[in-house]
């Protein structure tokens, strides 16, 4: 697939900031601070969801302070695009977390489709316990499961089309320094 990649530097040009760099680092500080408190002692495995969750987790883990296992699975279903479809197991964990707590790590609960499924499948595969931690949480009534959260969110956002610090715009701006709303959307 051809990229405009004019179209994609006027994406950010135009782009509204919702969160600059700092509000966001405060964020994974404040969860950091969470996860320490809660699981010190439990000797997770930490799975970072690709692509998205990459520089969250990035961020994040340097800042635990306790022994923990990282490995990563990727499941995807927005695939380039700004809306999202089936989902798709493209790498499943390798890492063995039989009898283990495990501790999710992802960029942003929209639908919350993705988190979900991941979360039933590390149940389902004999986790002792999932937790599940996400930089955004997105507000709108579109949730699959209504009643489920994540264990630590960093920021709330509006229900619009945002990229930067790992979420993508067409596949570009996960290097965006900070949470940006796409113009329009
Ligand atoms: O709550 P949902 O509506 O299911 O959407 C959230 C998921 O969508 C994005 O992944 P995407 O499918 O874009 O894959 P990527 O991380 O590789 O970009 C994001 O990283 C989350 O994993
Ligand atoms: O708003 C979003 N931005 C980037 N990736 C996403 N995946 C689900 N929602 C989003």
Redesign the pocket.
Known sequence: MSVDLAHIRQVMAEADCLYPEHEVDAAITRIAQQINADLAMANPVVFC?????LIFAGKLLPQLNFPLELSYL????????TS?GE?FW?AKPELSFQDRAVLII????????????ILEYCRHEGAASVRTAVLMD?EHNRK?CPDFKADYAGLMCVDRYVFGY???YK?YW?NAPGIYAVKGL
């Not at 992802?106 to 499924?117: P, V």
Request: charged share 25%.
């Open positions: 969801v690709m692509n998205g969750g990727h499941a995807t279903r927005y695939c380039g695009q999202g989902l493209k992802d960029d942003i609960l929209d639908e919350g489709h993705t988190l979900h499924a997105k699959a790992g979420m993508d596949g996960r």
